[in-house]
């Protein structure tokens, strides 16, 4: 009998990376349905471009970085290069695939899909190592890169029921009606369900939301950025309500919270275990941090809506958080003290942004 | 998942139901002459010479952790032979043939209570040292250096917990004989100038706190009492036993006596009141064989038997073709072995044999199941980065002596990847 050199533990628990990413596919499932629903064959044929583009092109840029033994058969390097793949390779760009799909308007024209869903499976990530190594979120990078490049190509491409101002309820806010008058057009509990324009995952909080407690119940994301985002998210917008409309805070701070891609993003892209810092209060400030950028950006900003580039943002300060001379995983007395002042410093930011000193 | 965890599939279930065989046939049995901590020995018997239970035959040398060598049957010294101790080293052995009379020497005699109630602090040492006995948990280390300490000792704990899946040796022993471990727990509070003792078991064991109560009735005398821990894992280390059964924080590295306790493997203090009582040295441990690439059973045998003939009385190993893992001790922190030529020592409670499984690691995804899991609040997947970048600096900055290599980190990990094997080397690379 042949006896094998291991070291301890020599048993291990049954959970895997596969298991992981298959949990998030089956947890963007409603989100996906809904879009198919609702936008028909223009939201398939999106998501299957994206797809196509980052799962082959993962493919191929994994061969060529791999070395090949030195053979003169081609089939024995072709194979040598593959050696590795494994269902990963397959999985982890078709979650990326799909969330970047979901992140886009239902009629922005293909090669504008492709060019996002390129740039974030090469640029962004095998460029930095392929799996496990990106710093930034993969999809988010796509649609940002293709929403600065390719900006012209998303003008009247929200698709909705009701198309007032054309565009999606962020930008009504904005440049059109203004609040309260867009709660008119876009009541809340269209907005809850789903039955207003906008990018093709994140219009049904609904779906989203199921889609969390799939995730949560499966322990496949962590429950610190989610709470800890959306509740930084609800506070400032809140707290921005309170100068802005005080007689409709609520209502101000729901419409917030189930427009644009807050809910999205802090379900399915701020979880991504790759780019969140490897500690608990790590990915409590973490949270924070995209949370508060959030606001920032819609408030302050030029943009009606940032949830991409906040992700993006936060994602550089990953190495920081993550820094091993300061990043424990304990609750320590400079976290709670660090953390209280930096939401109260964001409260008076926005309070005062928003409102003026007067 | 991301997640803490602390529970780990136990696989104790089906093992406590098999029946304890007393294995009373081997011919010949081993003792080492050297052990991991004595490099040097000798014996002071000669082959030919005829020997009883409980006569030295030899001292193991080494300082502080010398220690007598007993022989545990009566029988002829044949010679010496090389064979696997628990460390997996092969070492000289001390062959004794078995006559299966099993005639004691006759230095053992019962003590009475009387000459026991006369003993002082010095006696207790001296007897624990003669028998040469050691922590029988699975460290080895000299229980005559633990009880000889010169802090003032308020509390001495019998840890029972026993948190390794797959061993069940401490557990039989609590059913079978409780009273051996509550008067092994009182001579040792009579060691050591303690007032209280506590016997610590895990939540799920009811039957043998039902046991321990009932038979604790007899011993009201004395104020010792059972306290039910948590059923995880790692809860049978010593610095968590003592935090969750009475509220001290021990930091690590950290003597315990120094705050007033004295922690002591029960089957341990089972060997205490052997020692003190009979004046015997430890002769039997329980044993058990488990594992998928082996006909699980339970045994009783003496110290010194070869674990081949353990292995054959159960028709060997199935499913010869499969590779198999060989394991001394439990599946999380135990010995690998290339063989099964060992000789059983004090410590040698487990063999487990398991088919191979072809483990693939993948990239880490940083989901920081490791760093949530951490019994000492480490971060392995920090570490794993340091030692990558051979950062010496970062590694000592980051812990890595508090690693106590439970095993948790690489139980964990949803990319398989070894991280404790990762945390051994970073630890050897930094002290370096």
Known sequence: MQTIKQTSPYVRKDVSTKRMMIDVLIALTPVVMFSIYRFGMDSLIRILVSLVVMVGLEAIAFGMMHKPVKSDDFKERFKSRYKDFTINNITAPAVSAIIFAMLLPSKLPIYAVVAGAGFGIIVAKMLFGGMGSNIFNIAAAGRIFIGLALADMFTGTYDGVDLIAGGTALTAIRTGAGFPYTLNSYPLIDMFLGNIPGSMGEISALAILIGMIYLLIRKSADFRVIVSSLATFTLLIFVAGLKLYPEQVVEYTLFHLLSGGILFGAVFMITDPVTSPTSRPGRWIYGILVGSIVVLIRLFGAYPEGVAFALIFSNMFVPLIDYPQWATNKYKPAFFIGTSVAILALVAIVFFGVGGIA | ?432
């Not at chain 2, 706190?209 to 306290?227: A, C, G």
């Open chain 2, 1 to 432: 998942m991301i997640e803490k965890t602390r529970f780990i599939p136990d696989g104790k279930k089906e093992l406590k139901k098999l029946p304890i065989i007393n294995y009373t046939d081997s011919k010949y049995l081993y003792y080492p002459v050297t052990s991991s901590r004595c490099a040097d020995g000798e014996t002071c018997v000669r082959g030919g010479q005829f020997v009883k239970v409980g006569e030295v035959i030899g001292t193991r040398k080494g300082a502080f952790f010398e220690q007598p060598m007993h022989a545990t049957v009566s029988g002829e010294v044949v010679g010496t032979e090389k064979h696997m101790d628990q460390s997996g080293k092969s070492v000289d052995c001390l062959i004794v043939k078995n006559d299966f009379k099993y005639e004691l020497h006759k230095t053992i005699k019962d003590r009475t209570d009387e000459e026991i109630n006369a003993l002082t602090k010095e006696d207790f040492v001296s007897i624990v040292r003669e028998k040469s006995l050691v922590g029988l948990g699975g460290s080895a280390f000299p229980t005559y250096i633990k009880l000889s300490t010169k802090d003032k000792i308020d509390v001495v704990v019998a840890n029972g917990v026993e948190c390794e899946p797959n061993l069940i040796s401490d557990y039989a022993l609590m059913l079978t004989n409780p009273k051996a471990i509550i008067e092994g727990l009182i001579y040792a509070m009579k060691a050591s100038g303690a007032k209280k003792g506590i016997i610590a078991i895990k939540k799920k064991y009811k039957e043998i706190d039902e046991r321990l109560s009932f038979e604790l009735r007899e011993y009201s005398d004395y104020d010792i009492e059972v306290v039910k821990i948590g059923n995880f894992y790692p809860q049978g280390w010593e610095i968590l036993t003592i935090k969750n059964a009475l509220g001290i924080k021990i930091p690590q590295g950290e003597l315990l006596s120094k705050y007033g306790v004295l922690n002591f493997n029960v089957s341990t203090l089972a060997s205490i009141f052997a020692a003190v009582k009979h004046n015997l040295p430890v002769l039997e441990r329980y044993i058990s064989l488990s594992g998928d690439g082996i006909t699980n059973q339970n045994f009783r045998a003496r110290i010194g038997t070869l674990m081949t003939e353990l292995v054959e009385s159960v028709g060997g190993y199935k499913d010869i073709e499969i590779p198999k893992v060989l394991i001394l001790g439990g599946p999380m922190m135990g010995v690998n072995v290339s063989q099964d030529d060992i000789v059983m020592t004090h410590t040698t409670t487990s063999l487990i044999v398991q088919n191979q499984v072809d483990l693939h690691e993948e990239p880490c995804i940083h989901c920081a199941s490791c760093v949530y899991s951490c019994p000492v609040g480490i971060q392995p997947v920090q570490i794993m980065n340091a030692y990558k970048t051979r950062d010496k600096d970062m590694i000592k900055h980051l812990g890595i002596n508090k690693c106590i290599e439970c095993g948790l980190c690489s139980f964990v990990c949803p990319s398989k990847i070894h991280l404790t094997e990762t945390m051994r080397k970073a630890k050897r690379f930094a002290s370096k």
